[in-house]
């Protein structure tokens, strides 16, 4: 099982563009990924948990 399989299976990806390619991107090797926040707001909040654990997924 790759790390796409597993987000999927934990309800991480709802949809995705171009499947195959990324699967196949997963297979050959490292994926970069960005998650980003707001820097200007007061501080992080509950729904900034979901990407935060999806790329402790990723790692």
């Known amino acids: ?3 796409l399989d597993l ?3 934990r309800g991480f990806v709802k949809q995705i ?3 195959d390619e990324l ?3 997963f297979d050959e090797g490292m994926v970069s990924f ?3 926040f707001d820097p200007t707001a007061d501080s992080l909040h509950i729904g900034h948990y979901i990407p ?3 790329m402790a997924h990723l790692q």
């Open 23 to 25: 699967y196949k991107a």
């Open 34 to 36: 960005y998650v980003g």
């Open 7 to 9: 987000l999927k299976e």
């Open 52 to 54: 935060i654990m999806a």
């Open 1 to 3: 099982m790759n790390a």
């Open 17 to 19: 563009t171009f499947e």
